[in-house]
């Protein structure tokens, strides 16, 4: 009876265990752990700066209009010593006119050349490198199990043994 008992025990654990999967663990000696490498390019922004040297112009304009003004006057003055009636009239603005603008281009030739001086400046730009590097990115790993030597590969390094997930499952 103790047998019986016994049997039925074990073929319910079987039968449990086979429902479940037959998911259990065990752990293997590892033989070898080899690295596995890949080469990484990240981009690396820097600033890169300079001093130049460049020429700034010195405005030597004058922004006085009395010349114009003192040209006009004076053309008027003349133009209304011509003519009569309306025509001393017409005379006295064309003069005024003629004055002016005679006023306006002898102050800008009177200013002188335009002169420039050495400014120096710093000047910058952004550059983009590529900056590579090795990085492990997993582990091939051998180990034993079953007198057997098996291979997978890992992302982190397993240690002297190997956690495995054994399931049975009944044949075909």
């Not at 009876?1 to 000696?29: D, E, I, K």
């Not at 300079?50 to 020429?55: L, M």
């Not at 001086?117 to 710093?122: K, M």
């Amino acid at each position: 009876m103790m047998y019986r008992t016994t049997l039925f025990a074990g073929t319910l654990m079987l039968a449990s265990l086979a429902q479940a999967g037959g998911v259990h663990y065990h752990h293997a000696p590892v033989v070898s752990v080899q690295a596995i490498y890949e080469t990484v390019r990240t981009p690396v922004e820097r600033e890169v700066c300079w001093e130049e040297q460049r020429y700034q112009r010195v405005d030597n304009r004058s922004r006085s209009h009395t010349p114009t003004v003192v040209g006009a006057i004076i053309g008027g003055v003349i133009g209304n010593q011509f003519g009569g009636g309306s025509g001393k009239r017409a005379a006295t603005v064309a003069g005024a006119a003629l004055g002016g603008s005679i006023g306006r281009d002898a102050s800008r030739q009177s200013r002188g050349p335009d002169e420039y001086y050495p400014v120096r400046a710093e000047r910058c730009t952004v550059q983009r490198e590529f900056v590579e590097e090795s990085r492990i990115s997993g582990y091939r790993v051998a180990y034993e199990y079953g007198g057997q030597v098996h291979h997978t590969r890992t992302s982190h390094h397993p240690g002297d043994t190997i956690r495995l997930r054994v399931s049975a499952s009944p044949a075909p």
